[in-house]
């Protein structure tokens, strides 16, 4: 069976899959906006990694006992079922998110929260987030603010930290780091550096979705690790940036592996095997 035969046939069941998902999500959501609207955006997302060959390797324990501001690396659109596979919680996208064809729509069923890079829309913004987290949701945040190909990490814009402690109402948000690390591609080890392998997976710079998800859904998959560091407390840092500085130091360390980590992040209390 040649590759393009099995990119169709995935391009079908994962059309079929939505198409059984989204309307139950979409009514469900008219009558409860609370934790159980997630269940199943995360059902619909573990399908979704099962049909495009994503396994997903979880390393260290995610904090899913309380309410919590994720933080990770970004590396392309496919981080979205890989993390959403593990985590019940709302993205943070950019606004841009919303008006993509098919995808713009399923991220709206996930309670994705869109923002804008209009400074003028900020205020407003900041208080439909601040709304959620008084409404109990945890949140996902890619504070790199852009996708790279998973050699470093770029440094973390700390805005969106402050949601993390508020001193007026004194609502503090812990904060749990995760490094979102390519293990394999399309049947092989990524090298270190840029390289075609790599960019199977990534999604960065000038690429155009439609060639790169076809290439993708062409290639026998990927093996994504998510590595749960230790949760922050942010009542520990003076303000936004070192909080965010802090998060993206343990982040980077566990891209870059062990010898960069930092002596927490070695502490492994569980791994799990989603997909594959």
Same mark, same amino acid.
């Given at each position: 069976?040649?590759?393009s035969l099995?990119a169709?046939?995935?391009?079908?069941?994962?059309?079929l899959?939505?198409?059984?998902?989204?309307?139950?999500?979409?009514?469900? %959501?008219?009558?409860?906006?609370?934790p159980?609207?997630?269940?199943?955006?995360?059902?619909w997302?573990r399908g979704v990694?099962?049909?495009?060959? %994503?396994?997903?390797v979880?390393?260290?324990?995610?904090?899913?006992a309380?309410q919590?501001?994720?933080?990770?690396?970004?590396l392309s659109?496919l981080?979205?079922p890989v993390?959403?596979s593990?985590?019940?919680a709302?993205?943070?996208?950019?606004?841009d998110?919303?008006?993509?064809?098919?995808?713009?729509?399923?991220s709206t069923?996930?309670?994705?929260?869109?923002i804008?890079? !209009?400074?003028? !829309?900020a205020?407003?913004?900041?208080n439909?987030l601040?709304?959620?987290?008084? =409404?109990g949701k945890? %949140?996902? %945040?890619?504070?790199?603010?852009?996708?790279?190909?998973g050699?470093?990490?770029?440094?973390?814009?700390?805005?969106?930290?402050?949601?993390a402690?508020d001193?007026?109402?004194?609502?503090?948000?812990?904060?749990q780091p995760?490094?979102?690390?390519?293990d394999r591609?399309d049947?092989?080890?990524?090298?270190?550096g840029?390289?075609d392998?790599?960019?199977?997976?990534?999604?960065?710079g000038?690429?155009?979705?439609?060639?790169?998800?076809w290439?993708?859904?062409k290639?026998r998959?990927?093996?994504?690790?998510?590595?749960?560091?230790?949760?922050?407390?942010?009542?520990?840092?003076?303000?936004?940036?070192?909080?965010?500085e802090? =998060?993206?130091n343990?982040?980077r360390?566990?891209?870059?592996?062990?010898?960069?980590?930092?002596?927490?992040t070695?502490?492994?209390?569980?791994?799990?095997?989603i997909?594959?």
């Amino acid at each position: 069976m040649t590759r393009s035969l099995i990119a169709v046939i995935k391009a079908l069941m994962f059309i079929l899959w939505s198409l059984l998902v989204a309307p139950l999500q979409f009514v469900f %959501l008219l009558f409860n906006r609370g934790p159980a609207a997630y269940i199943l955006p995360h059902i619909w997302q573990r399908g979704v990694c099962r049909i495009l060959g %994503l396994r997903v390797v979880v390393e260290g324990t995610p904090d899913t006992a309380r309410q919590v501001m994720f933080v990770s690396n970004h590396l392309s659109y496919l981080d979205i079922p890989v993390i959403a596979s593990v985590l019940k919680a709302s993205f943070i996208a950019k606004k841009d998110v919303s008006s993509w064809p098919v995808f713009g729509f399923l991220s709206t069923l996930q309670q994705t929260a869109f923002i804008s890079r !209009d400074r003028k !829309d900020a205020k407003v913004e900041k208080n439909n987030l601040s709304s959620m987290i008084a =409404a109990g949701k945890s %949140l996902i %945040l890619f504070p790199e603010g852009t996708s790279t190909d998973g050699c470093d990490v770029v440094k973390f814009k700390s805005s969106l930290f402050s949601l993390a402690a508020d001193p007026t109402t004194g609502a503090f948000l812990p904060v749990q780091p995760i490094s979102l690390v390519m293990d394999r591609v399309d049947g092989r080890v990524p090298a270190d550096g840029p390289n075609d392998v790599r960019d199977v997976y990534a999604w960065h710079g000038d690429m155009t979705m439609g060639p790169h998800l076809w290439n993708f859904v062409k290639s026998r998959g990927a093996t994504i690790r998510l590595i749960f560091h230790p949760v922050l407390d942010p009542q520990v840092y003076n303000d936004r940036k070192l909080l965010a500085e802090a =998060a993206w130091n343990q982040v980077r360390g566990g891209v870059a592996g062990p010898s960069l980590s930092a002596p927490a992040t070695a502490s492994t209390l569980a791994a799990a095997a989603i997909g594959g």
